[in-house]
T-cell receptor
Framework: QKEVEQDPGPLSVPEGAIVSLNCTYSNSAFQYFMWYRQYSRKGPELLMY????GNKEDGRFTAQVDKSSKYISLFIRDSQPSDSATYLCAIKEGGSEKLVFGKGTKLTVNP | DAEITQSPRHKITETGRQVTLACHQTWNHNNMFWYRQDLGHGLRLIHYSYGVQDTNKGEVSDGYSVSRSNTEDLPLTLESAASSQTSVYFC??????????????FGPGTRLTVT
C-alpha cells in the first residue's frame, strides 16, 4: 500500500459548486498536512498547511484533518473557473523535511 | 524578489547522453529537493540535500546524481539518459530550524524528453 492515496479524478464541476478533495495515509508518524495547487505547466504552490486534527479555513478553502481515521480533505466553496488545477496532498513526518505526495486530483470548474 | 529557477525549461536528448539540469534558488534555503512528475505516479523524490556537501537518495534515485557545492544550487545529472527518464522535473527548496515554516517552494519545471 502506498503511503498516501489520492483519487486522481478527473473531477468536473459547475461554477459555484462545493468541491471535496480527499487523501488517505497509512503512517501514523505523519504530523504535518499540506495541500498544493498546480496549474497546467507550472510548479506546485502551497495552498494550505496544518499540523493538527480539525479544520483550518482560509477564504473559500477549508482543510480538514482526521488523524484517527488517517484522512485529510480539502473543501472549496463557491468554486471558480480559476480554481481549475491539479490539487496534491502532501504529508510530512515530524523531524523530517521530506514530503510524501499524493498523485494529485485534476479539477475543472466549468463556467 | 527571492525565487527558484530551473534551466533549461525544455530539453530533448538522446539515449545514453549525460544531461545536467540546473536549479538555482535565491532564498538562501538549507534544503533542496529534486522530483520527477509522471502521469499516474505524481511527484516522486529523486535526491535531496540539507546543506552544502550533503546529498541523500530519494525514492527513485537510480540513474541520477546530485552535488551541492554552495547553498544556492543543486544540479541534477542523468549519467546515461534512458527513455524511462522522460519526465517533468521539479526542483524545490525549503528552510528548516526554529521559526522555519518548512514550506517547499517549487521551480517552474524542466520538461525532458529522451529519444
Amino acid at each position: 500500500q502506498k503511503e498516501v492515496e489520492q483519487d486522481p479524478g478527473p473531477l468536473s464541476v459547475p461554477e459555484g459548486a462545493i468541491v471535496s478533495l480527499n487523501c488517505t495515509y497509512s503512517n501514523s508518524a505523519f504530523q504535518y498536512f499540506m495541500w498544493y495547487r498546480q496549474y497546467s505547466r507550472k510548479g506546485p504552490e502551497l495552498l494550505m498547511y496544518t499540523y493538527s486534527s480539525g479544520n483550518k479555513e482560509d477564504g473559500r478553502f477549508t482543510a480538514q484533518v482526521d488523524k484517527s481515521s488517517k484522512y485529510i480533505s480539502l473543501f472549496i466553496r463557491d468554486s471558480q473557473p480559476s480554481d481549475s488545477a491539479t490539487y496534491l496532498c502532501a504529508i510530512k513526518e515530524g523531524g523530517s523535511e521530506k514530503l510524501v505526495f499524493g498523485k494529485g486530483t485534476k479539477l475543472t470548474v466549468n463556467p | 524578489d527571492a525565487e527558484i529557477t530551473q534551466s533549461p525549461r525544455h530539453k530533448i536528448t538522446e539515449t545514453g547522453r549525460q544531461v545536467t539540469l540546473a536549479c538555482h534558488q535565491t532564498w538562501n534555503h538549507n534544503n533542496m529537493f529534486w522530483y520527477r512528475q509522471d502521469l499516474g505516479h505524481g511527484l516522486r523524490l529523486i535526491h535531496y540535500s540539507y546543506g552544502v556537501q550533503d546529498t541523500n537518495k530519494g525514492e527513485v534515485s537510480d540513474g541520477y546524481s546530485v552535488s551541492r557545492s554552495n547553498t544556492e544550487d543543486l544540479p541534477l545529472t542523468l549519467e546515461s539518459a534512458a527513455s524511462s527518464q522522460t519526465s517533468v522535473y521539479f526542483c524545490a527548496s525549503s528552510e528548516s530550524g526554529p521559526g522555519g515554516r518548512d514550506e517547499q517552494y517549487f521551480g517552474p519545471g524542466t520538461r525532458l524528453t529522451v529519444t
